[in-house]
C-alpha cells in the first residue's frame, strides 16, 4: 500500500506507475503474480466477471484506490521527475501498464463507489497488432492509460448507506483487462464486432409462443406451411434492437401479458432475430422479404424496441414495392425506446460513452442477457485494438445521419404508431447523480432519456427533417426507474400493449 500524491508525481506500484493529481489517500495492488484470484476482486459483479471470463478477457492486475478531492493541490512543474507528460487531464488518473504481449491487447476497466462502471484505451498509435512493428512494445515498454475520475454523490441525511458494487463506499477499482486479438484483428473484413455477429448472431424468423419467449428457439424462415398458417389472420410481430435478441429484448414481458397476445392473434405471434451492428435496417428488412415465400399475404402488426424501430419503419415506410407476389399490409407498430431521431451515442465520437452507459447499466441494474453483455465486450475489444471502424448497424442511429434523413422523410402511409419513452434517474441516488450528470447533462444535452435515447427522439419533434410527433403516446416519469432495456418489465406497459393492440384488430 502506498500513499497517494496529490501533486501528480508517480507513485510505483510494483511494476505499476500512478498519477492522482488532486486526490489524497491510498493506493493497493495486486498484479498477475497473484493468479486466478485477481478476477474475483471488487468491482464487477458475477455476471459482469462471468461474461469477461468466456470472453478470454483476463485481469492482469487490480488497483485498490482508497481516495477524496483535495482542492487547491499544486502539481509539479512541467518536466519535474515522476511527472510523465503533465500529470494527465484535470480530474483524471493517470496509470503506466506494461504493455501486452505480441497477439494480446489490454484496455482498463474502472469502476467506483456507485457502480459507474467506464473503459480507458491506449492511444491510438499504441493500439493492436502493428503496434509491436512500430517498436511500442518489449521488455520494459510500458503503455498510459488515462482515466477520469468521478465524484461520487454526497449522502442524505439520515439515510442508511445504499448498496455498493463493493460492499462499502468511497473505494475505486482499477482492472488492467488483456485479451487475445489475432493477426488479423481489427481489419475491416475481420473485426471483433463482424466476427463474433456473424457467428453468434445470424438472422432468423421464429414463433415467439409462451413456452419459448423466454429463451432461444428454432427458427422456422423459409417454412412455406408455417408461413400459410400466419396467412389465415393477424400476426405480431417482435422486432429486437441493438446488442440484443428478441428473447432478450422481451423476455421480461409477463406471462399472463403473452398469454394474452397469443390469444388475440390466434398464435400467430413471432420475432425477428437479425445483425444489428454490421448491416443497416434496409438490409435487415431485405432478409425478411427475401425470406417470407413468394405469394403469402400477410397482415402485421408490431411490437419493436430501440433501433428495431428503424427496422421496422423500413417496413411499414417502404415505398419500394413488394418483392415477387409477396402482400404485406402493416397496422399498427407500438414503438418502445425507439430511436426514431436517432441517439448521440451511436455517433463514433461517443461510442466510448456508449460502452460506459451500457457497462454500468449491466454492472449495477443487472440486466445480464449473456448473448447482450458478450456483444458489448466484443464492441470494447474493436475500439481496444482498432479505434473506431464504420459500423453500418451503428451509423443509422447518428442524428441527421444519411440513413435518417432519408427514411424520416418517407410518408408514414397507413401504419398507426404507438411511441412508449422513459425518462429515467436511477432509484438509487449515488447512481442517480451519475446518470443525471455524465448521462443526462453531458451526453443528451439534459434533454430527458432513458439512458440510451431522447424522449423526443423516441416520440417525434416538429424540428425540420425529423421524425414528426406521435399521437399515441406512453411517457414513463422518472418515479418509475424504468431504464431502456427494462420497459417489458413494467405492467404499465404491458397493459398499453394490450389494450392498443387489441383496439385495432378486427
Known amino acids: 500500500m502506498a500513499d497517494l500524491d496529490p501533486t501528480g508525481g508517480t507513485i510505483q506500484l510494483g511494476e505499476l506507475g500512478l498519477r492522482t493529481p488532486s486526490l489524497t489517500g491510498t493506493a493497493d495492488a495486486l498484479d498477475g503474480q497473484a493468479g486466478p484470484g485477481l478476477r474475483a476482486i471488487g468491482g464487477t459483479s458475477s455476471e459482469f466477471q462471468s461474461a469477461l471470463d468466456n470472453a478470454g478477457m483476463e485481469t492482469t492486475h487490480v488497483v485498490e484506490l482508497q481516495a477524496i478531492e483535495l482542492p487547491g493541490a499544486v502539481g509539479p512543474a512541467p518536466g519535474a521527475p515522476g511527472r510523465a507528460g503533465g500529470g494527465g487531464a484535470e480530474g483524471a488518473i493517470e496509470l503506466d501498464v506494461p504493455t501486452p504481449a505480441d497477439g494480446f491487447e489490454q484496455a482498463v476497466l474502472s469502476v467506483d463507489e456507485r457502480g459507474v462502471t467506464t473503459w480507458s484505451f491506449a492511444p491510438r498509435a499504441q493500439r493492436g497488432p502493428k503496434a509491436s512493428r512500430a517498436g511500442v512494445r518489449g521488455a520494459g515498454a ?112 409477463p406471462l399472463d401479458t403473452m398469454k394474452q397476445l397469443q390469444k388475440m392473434y390466434g398464435n400467430r405471434v413471432i420475432a425477428f432475430d437479425h445483425l444489428s451492428i454490421s448491416r443497416d435496417p434496409l438490409e435487415n428488412i431485405d432478409w425478411l422479404l427475401d425470406t417470407i415465400p413468394d405469394g403469402i399475404s400477410l397482415d402485421i402488426d408490431i411490437v419493436c424496441h430501440s433501433r428495431g424501430g428503424l427496422v421496422s419503419r423500413s417496413l411499414t415506410e417502404r415505398t419500394d414495392p413488394m418483392p415477387g407476389s409477396r402482400k404485406i399490409r402493416l397496422h399498427r407498430t407500438a414503438l418502445v425506446g425507439a430511436v426514431n431521431n436517432g441517439t448521440i451515442l451511436a455517433d463514433v465520437k461517443h461510442w466510448n460513452d456508449l460502452i460506459d452507459t451500457l457497462s454500468t447499466v449491466l454492472n449495477t441494474v443487472g440486466i445480464v442477457v449473456g448473448d447482450t453483455v458478450d456483444l458489448i465486450l ?102 418509475k426507474g424504468i431504464e431502456h432495456a427494462r420497459y417489458f418489465g413494467n405492467p404499465t406497459v404491458a397493459d398499453r400493449l394490450v389494450e392498443w393492440l387489441g383496439a385495432g384488430l378486427p
Open 142 to 253: 510500458t503503455r498510459t492509460f488515462t482515466i477520469k475520475r468521478s465524484s461520487g454523490a454526497p449522502a442524505v441525511p439520515g439515510e442508511q448507506a445504499n448498496r455498493s458494487i463493493f460492499g462499502e463506499i468511497g473505494k475505486q477499482v482499477l482492472k488492467v483487462i488483456a485479451f487475445p486479438v489475432g493477426e488479423a484483428a481489427g481489419t475491416v473484413a475481420n473485426n471483433f464486432l463482424h466476427q463474433w455477429e456473424e457467428q453468434h448472431q445470424g438472422y432468423g424468423v421464429r414463433d415467439f409462443a409462451t413456452a419459448s419467449y423466454g429463451g432461444p428457439a428454432p427458427y422456422f424462415n423459409g417454412d412455406t406451411a408455417r408461413w400459410q398458417e400466419l396467412a389465415k389472420g393477424r400476426t405480431l410481430l417482435f422486432v429486437h434492437g441493438t446488442f440484443s435478441r428478441a428473447h432478450g429484448a422481451f423476455s421480461a414481458l
Open 378 to 479: 466484443s464492441f470494447v475489444r474493436q475500439v481496444a485494438v482498432a479505434a473506431y471502424p464504420k459500423l453500418r448497424g451503428l451509423a443509422c442511429m447518428v442524428p441527421s445521419g444519411d440513413f435518417l434523413k432519408k427514411l424520416n422523410a418517407r410518408p408514414r402511409g397507413k401504419n398507426v404508431y404507438l411511441a412508449i419513452a422513459s425518462n429515467y434517474e436511477p432509484l438509487d441516488h449515488k447512481l442517480a447523480s451519475y446518470f443525471r450528470d455524465a448521462v443526462t447533462d453531458g451526453i443528451f444535452s439534459q434533454k430527458p432519456n432513458d439512458s440510451m435515447v431522447r424522449i423526443d427522439s423516441v416520440v417525434g419533434n416538429t424540428d425540420k427533417g425529423a421524425f414528426g410527433p406521435v399521437t399515441d403516446q406512453l411517457l414513463l416519469d422518472a418515479s
